[in-house]
């Protein structure tokens, strides 16, 4: 079992950046691989990023690819998600989900473990 929490959230201007963070508990985090999901009200859930348990397999949406950097912390059980330059379409509520494996995926019912979300809006 894992839980997840996340934090980081908040209202940034476009152009802006903020960093999220995903706090897993559990003692095999590295059996996991992590991904960053996001939703808004009326879509469906969409794949933002996600990273194998080493950090040598990652994969992004086109969307937010060249902006946005996943990246873990093993020893601190920790995943990030460095947003920059962003843009209004980008408010959502961003959700880290964990997979147990080694293989990363873009599809949200691969992952069986998903954090309460943090909400991001970015102003015009």
């Known amino acids: 079992q894992v839980q997840l929490v996340e934090s980081g959230g908040g209202l940034v201007q476009a152009g802006g950046s903020l960093r999220l963070s995903c706090a897993a508990s559990?003692?095999?985090?590295?059996?996991?691989?992590m991904g960053w999901f996001r939703e808004t009200p009326g879509k469906e859930r969409e794949f933002v990023a996600t990273?194998?348990?080493?950090?040598?397999?990652?994969a992004y949406a086109d969307s937010v690819k060249d902006r946005f950097t996943i990246s873990r912390d093993n020893g601190k059980n920790m995943v990030y998600l460095q947003m920059n330059s962003l843009k209004p379409e980008d408010t959502a509520v961003y959700s880290c989900?964990?997979?147990?494996?080694?293989?990363?995926?873009?599809?949200?019912?691969?992952?069986?473990?998903w954090g309460q979300g943090t909400q991001v809006t970015v102003s015009s």
């Open positions: 559990g003692r095999t985090f590295t059996h996991y691989v």
């Open positions: 990273m194998n348990w080493s950090g040598g397999s990652t």
């Open positions: 989900a964990a997979k147990w494996g080694y293989s990363v995926s873009r599809e949200p019912e691969e992952y069986a473990y």
